[in-house]
C-alpha cells in the first residue's frame, strides 16, 4: 500500500497511456466489422448461390482465426510489416484492431441475420432505399448483438494492451514487467487491480451508452420483468 500511495503519478500516467493505445482498435474494429459483416450477410443470403454463401462463410473464418495468432509475436512481426520501431504504439494498436475483428465480425454477422426477414420486407415495401434500411431497420435491431460484441471486444483489448509492455511500450502492463523485475509485488498488483477496473468501467459505460443509444431494449427488459411478474402471481394463485 505503501508503494501505490507513493507511485500514484506513474499509475496515473500508465493509465492514460494504457487507454491511449486501447481505446483506439475497439471503436476501429467496430466501426470496420459493420461493412465486413454486411458484406457477409449479403453473400449468405438465400439464393445467393454455393460460392457467394461459400465465401461469406470463409470471411467470417478467417476473421475468427485472426484471434488464434499469438499477441507477443504478432506484436514483434508488424514494425518489419509496416516499418514501424519496435516500440511504436502503431504495432499494439493495428495488432488489437485486429483481435478486435476477429470477434466483431462474428457479432455483427450473427445481429444482422438475426433481424426478421418480415420487418426488412416491410421496411422495403414502405418505400425504403437499401441505404436507409440498413441504418433505420437493420442495424438498430441488431444493436443490442453489436453492443454484446463490443463489450467482450473491449474487455479483451483491456486485457491485451498490457502485453505490449514486454517490447517496452507504455501501459499498465509497465507495471508488471517493472514490478517483476524489481521484484516488488504491490506493484504487480496495482497493475492487476486496475486492469480490472478500466475493463469494468469500461463494460458499464458501453452499457449505458447502450440504454441511451437503444431505450428501447430497456423497455423490452422492463417487459419481459413484468410478464415475469404476472406469471408467477398467476402460479401463486393457481
Given amino acids: 500500500m505503501n508503494w501505490v500511495l507513493s507511485n500514484l503519478d506513474t499509475i496515473g500516467d500508465d493509465t492514460v497511456a494504457h487507454l491511449a493505445i486501447a481505446i483506439p ?11 465486413i459483416g454486411w458484406l457477409v450477410v449479403r453473400l449468405r443470403r438465400p439464393g445467393s448461390g454455393r460460392v457467394s454463401g461459400g465465401t461469406g462463410s470463409a470471411i467470417v473464418t478467417f476473421a475468427g482465426l485472426l484471434y488464434a495468432v499469438p499477441s507477443l509475436p504478432l506484436f514483434i512481426a508488424l514494425p518489419g510489416l509496416i516499418g514501424t520501431g519496435l516500440q511504436d504504439p502503431v504495432n499494439i494498436i493495428i495488432g488489437l484492431t485486429l483481435y ?7 457479432s455483427t454477422v450473427d445481429g444482422l441475420e438475426s433481424v426478421d426477414v418480415a420487418t426488412t420486407s416491410a421496411a422495403t415495401a414502405m418505400g425504403y ?6 441504418f433505420r431497420v437493420d442495424l438498430p435491431l441488431a444493436g443490442p448483438v453489436l453492443l454484446a460484441g463490443l463489450r ?24 508488471f514487467t517493472d514490478g517483476i523485475g524489481r521484484g516488488i509485488t504491490e506493484e504487480i498488483v496495482a497493475g492487476i487491480v486496475m486492469v ?6 469500461l463494460d458499464a459505460v458501453l452499457v449505458l451508452l447502450g440504454r441511451l443509444v437503444m431505450p428501447w431494449t430497456r423497455q423490452s427488459t422492463v417487459s419481459k420483468r413484468q410478464a415475469r411478474r404476472v406469471l408467477q402471481s398467476a402460479e401463486v394463485t393457481s
Fill in 25 to 35: 482498435p475497439i471503436i476501429i474494429a467496430f466501426l470496420l466489422s459493420i461493412p
Fill in 100 to 106: 478486435g475483428l476477429a470477434l466483431m465480425v462474428r
Fill in 129 to 134: 432505399s437499401g441505404a436507409q434500411r440498413f
Fill in 152 to 175: 467482450v471486444v473491449a474487455v479483451s483489448t483491456i486485457s491485451l494492451t498490457t502485453v505490449g509492455a514486454v517490447l517496452g511500450v507504455q501501459s499498465l502492463g509497465s507495471l
Fill in 196 to 201: 480490472l477496473v478500466l475493463a469494468l468501467v
